[in-house]
């Protein structure tokens, strides 16, 4: 404000001066009236010139001029500087925070007051089937058509969540979706979605691992109640007593040897994956599968007497030893022979392997004979208490739960397991081991690996 009286007072001077020296005191005043029009106008141009470059905003335009409209651009620049970075900094945040739910493994959706749709993150995108460039403003309720969702939405009790379904969802592989709307700001709606069907397959499984279990020894406790009562009021004879002990303890094996699976099982579940550190040797685990095999044998084909023909070519396992837990990897190997025989009928052949494989892994496989499985249970083979057959697995003494321990010590060892069967022609199962797992044992001759034909290496392929 100074600067801008001294100046206009210097103008004054400056044209008097002029005027005195032209005309003295006529020349004076009018040169005073010129001066002062004079500056009154380059002031009006000086402001008209921030005006321009208030309305254009650009901070980096501003006009370089002194005075007190320079002061003024210079606040006015330093204001649009901050306002510009407040804007950038908000800009910022906002987008942290759409990226930020964008990550989210919930769906989000955020609608207006009339139930259009202002920004949904791509988690939701894939749940309902939107498009979040081309379904922004529209309505909610023109996209989801599900029942249970327009009643829910139409109610506005917003206190619960509703399950139903995905767009991805089949009859063979159903998706279900956990929707919950929240009232905010004036009338607003934001929409979670979140995908349950993970748990209500574990719910599932729960009930169904509750109700298998309670079946599995349910029925050797009615049979074993059902001998007690008969050897308390019945006056046997010593054979037939004899029988019904006999039967007796058969029903208590077979709960004991649930139980004993579904600990094998729990311990899996519940304790570290074995290290790198502890070795066992092959050759003494497969012997040890060998004489399950032949006792095992001995016993389901005794009725018939046909015996199994059982083979076992283990000769590039001996000096081989495998990192891992003895009593998985034993409970593992053995479950795979002891359901081939099972279920092989007698005279049948049963033929189990451990042969390297080309690029240093190993694999330990086991072929039957049996009636094979149909295509459709394949998959749910290493579910527990799955059976293809429910009557052949008790008359075999099955549990249902045999492979998927073996799913489970597979896992834990970070191995593959691979089934093939056709009906009618018999089963393979095989488990490959990774190179990392195994070694030659101390003093051992080198196995050379064998020549893998075309149909091995098509099946390392498929294993790999």
């Known amino acids: 404000m100074t600067f801008r009286f001294l100046s206009f007072v210097g103008a004054q001077l400056l044209a008097g001066a002029l005027g005195w020296a032209l ?9 005073v009236v010129v001066g002062t029009w004079v500056w009154f106008l380059l002031d009006v141009w000086r402001g008209l010139q921030v005006r ?4 254009k905003g650009d901070a980096n335009a501003a006009p370089n001029i002194g005075g007190l409209w320079g002061e003024v651009s210079d606040r006015a620049r330093r204001l649009l500087r901050q306002e510009a970075k407040k804007a950038l900094d908000s800009e910022q945040r906002l987008q942290d ?19 259009h749709i202002e920004w949904c993150n791509q988690t939701a995108a894939e749940h309902f089937g939107f498009d979040p460039q081309r379904d922004l403003l529209q309505s909610i309720g023109n996209l989801l058509r599900e029942p ?18 995905g767009r991805d969802s089949t009859l063979s592989r159903p998706v279900r979706l956990s929707v919950h709307l929240h009232a ?32 599995e020894i349910r029925t050797p406790l009615t049979v074993l109640s059902g001998f007690i009562e008969t050897l308390q009021t019945l006056n046997l004879e010593p054979q037939e007593r004899q029988h019904y002990l006999s039967l007796m303890a058969q029903q208590g094996s077979r709960m004991q040897t649930v139980v004993n699976d579904l600990l094998t099982l729990s311990r899996l579940e519940g304790s570290p994956a074995p290290g790198l550190n502890d070795w066992q040797p092959v050759g003494a685990l497969l012997q040890h599968c060998e004489q399950e095999a032949l006792a095992l044998s001995n016993v389901v084909t005794a009725h018939s007497g046909r015996r199994h023909q059982i083979h076992f070519d283990v000769s590039h ?5 495998l990192a891992g837990s003895h009593s998985e990897l034993q409970s593992a190997l053995s479950n795979l022979i002891s359901n081939a025989v099972r279920y092989t009928p007698g005279g049948g052949s049963i033929q189990v392997a451990w042969r390297v494989l080309p690029d240093g892994r190993a694999e330990f496989e086991v072929r039957d004979t049996g009636p094979g499985i149909a295509p459709e249970h394949i998959p749910r083979l290493t579910e ?47 488990i490959t081991f990774p190179a990392n797992r195994l070694r030659r044992a101390a003093g051992a001759l080198p196995v050379t690996a064998p020549v893998a034909s075309p149909a091995a290496e ?7």
């Open 184 to 215: 905010y700001g004036e009338g607003r709606r934001l929409l979670l979605s979140r995908d349950v069907t993970a748990l209500d397959q574990a719910d599932a499984m729960r009930r169904d691992f509750v109700a298998n279990v309670s079946h």
């Open 384 to 430: 527990r208490f799955y059976r293809v057959d429910r009557s052949r697995s008790r008359e075999t003494g099955g549990t249902g739960l045999g492979l998927a321990i073996v799913k489970h010590v597979v896992q834990r060892h970070g191995a593959q397991l691979l089934i093939e069967s056709s009906l009618g022609v018999g089963s393979r199962f095989a």
């Open 52 to 55: 321009r470059w208030l309305r």
């Open 97 to 115: 925070f759409l990226a930020a739910i964008q990550a989210s493994p919930n769906g989000v959706v955020l609608l207006d007051p009339e139930g």
């Open 23 to 31: 005309a003295e005191w006529l020349g004076a005043s009018m040169a």
């Open 317 to 321: 396992a001996l000096g081989m030893d």
């Open 148 to 165: 249970v969702f327009a009643a829910y939405y139409a109610s506005r009790d917003y206190s619960h969540d509703i399950i139903m379904s």
């Open 458 to 464: 098509a099946r390392t392929k498929a294993l790999a």
